[in-house]
């Protein structure tokens, strides 16, 4: 691209106004003309300031009466005038170069959407610490590219919402996003918009730093939300969930099953499964040198099976029938 094109900035949010605040710091400071992109706060009802931080560093708000990521992308994209249409969320904060790295790869036309790593922040604490060490390594990662640190440019399947910059045209033919669904909505948009013809890249130079769930509650909230989304996208399309998804999903009864049926064979399985994350403890001290973070990984590995398991039967047994305000 000769010229610099306009750039829709598009942030979801409730009640973020701490994290907020620093996103849209990193924004202001983008290598980028301040006349040639917009930034769009989609408010789901937050009952703090976040609007208000919003507004102070002239971004536009729009309200998401719905509360929830998918809607509130919707809403700011129907009030998006950039030819290029960038997510993030109000935890992260972006490179200085985001925008104007993303760009040399749209020279292609079958590129649709870039995106790359989302970083753990070096003032993260040692809890997020630990579930960014976990979620970096490929074998919990379940194939995706969502929070790995890679160094090469690759197609994809999926790009994560929190750092996704796509071509708003490819964008018009997939909007809008499928507000059924609790979470993987981004997951469903990036396959429709594959099955329209289009590329999704990931490109190590296009990065945001992304603040991970900062206690066992809020990581627990997470994956269980995370594993209800990917059993809807998976009813819906077989492609969007795999082996791991499952797996993993039926654990709880799967371990209870083997229990009462053979307490020597669930003795064994747990004796391997502490030797294999106390494997991956000694890894994330090698990695991180930190001790509290050798210490937070075997929580950490366990509350997103624990929690990934329980949210993904809720919804084989329970479907979720209504996403607002969850």
């Given at each position: ?13 409730k009640?973020?106004?701490r994290?907020l605040?620093a996103?849209l ?13 917009e ?10 300031n ?6 102070y560093y002239g971004?536009k708000?729009?309200l ?11 809403i700011?994209?129907r ?16 490179d ?7 760009l040399k790869?749209f ?10 790593p ?13 579930v960014g ?5 490929k074998i919990?990662s379940?194939?995706?590219?969502h ?7 690759k197609e994809?399947k999926?790009?994560p919402?929190?750092n996704?910059?796509?071509?708003r045209?490819a964008?018009?033919k ?8 609790l ?9 429709r918009?594959i ?7 990931y490109?190590?130079?296009v990065?945001?730093?992304h ?5 066992p509650?809020?990581l627990?909230k997470?994956?269980y939300?995370?594993?209800i989304?990917r ?11 795999n082996?791991?998804h499952i797996?993993?999903g039926?654990?709880?009864p ?25 494997l991956y403890?000694?890894l994330?001290?090698i990695?991180t ?20 398991s329980?949210?993904f ?8 029938k ?5």
């Amino acid at each position: 691209m000769n010229k610099k094109p306009f750039v829709s900035i598009i942030i979801p949010v409730k009640n973020e106004v701490r994290l907020l605040k620093a996103c849209l710091e990193s924004i202001s400071k983008l290598d980028y003309p301040k006349s040639s992109f917009e930034v769009i706060v989609a408010d789901g009802m937050s009952t703090d300031n976040s609007a208000d931080i919003a507004r102070y560093y002239g971004a536009k708000v729009v309200l998401n009466e719905r509360e929830t990521v998918s809607p509130g992308r919707n809403i700011a994209f129907r009030h998006a005038n950039g030819e290029i249409v960038a997510f993030t969320d109000a935890d992260c904060r972006v490179d200085k170069n985001w925008i104007s790295n993303s760009l040399k790869y749209f020279e292609d036309r079958k590129i649709g959407c870039v995106g790359g790593p989302n970083i753990t922040p070096s003032d993260e604490g040692s809890f997020g610490k630990a579930v960014g060490f976990v979620f970096n390594q490929k074998i919990f990662s379940a194939g995706s590219v969502h929070a790995r640190e890679l160094k090469e440019i690759k197609e994809v399947k999926s790009i994560p919402g929190c750092n996704a910059i796509y071509r708003r045209d490819a964008l018009e033919k997939v909007m809008p996003i499928d507000e059924a669904l609790l979470t993987c909505d981004d997951t469903e948009l990036n396959q429709r918009l594959i099955d329209n013809g289009y590329k999704l890249l990931y490109t190590p130079d296009v990065f945001v730093w992304h603040y991970r769930r900062p206690n066992p509650k809020r990581l627990f909230k997470q994956m269980y939300r995370y594993a209800i989304g990917r059993l809807q996208v998976g009813k819906m399309d077989r492609r969007m969930i795999n082996f791991i998804h499952i797996l993993i999903g039926v654990t709880l009864p799967l371990s209870l099953i083997v229990f009462i049926l053979s307490p020597i064979v669930f003795t064994l399985l747990f004796l391997l499964y502490i030797l294999f994350i106390m494997l991956y403890s000694g890894l994330a001290v090698i990695k991180t040198r930190s001790l509290k973070v050798f210490l937070l990984v075997p929580v950490v590995i366990s509350i997103i099976i624990f929690a990934w398991s329980s949210g993904f039967m809720k919804e084989l047994i329970f479907p979720l029938k209504n996403t607002t305000g969850k």
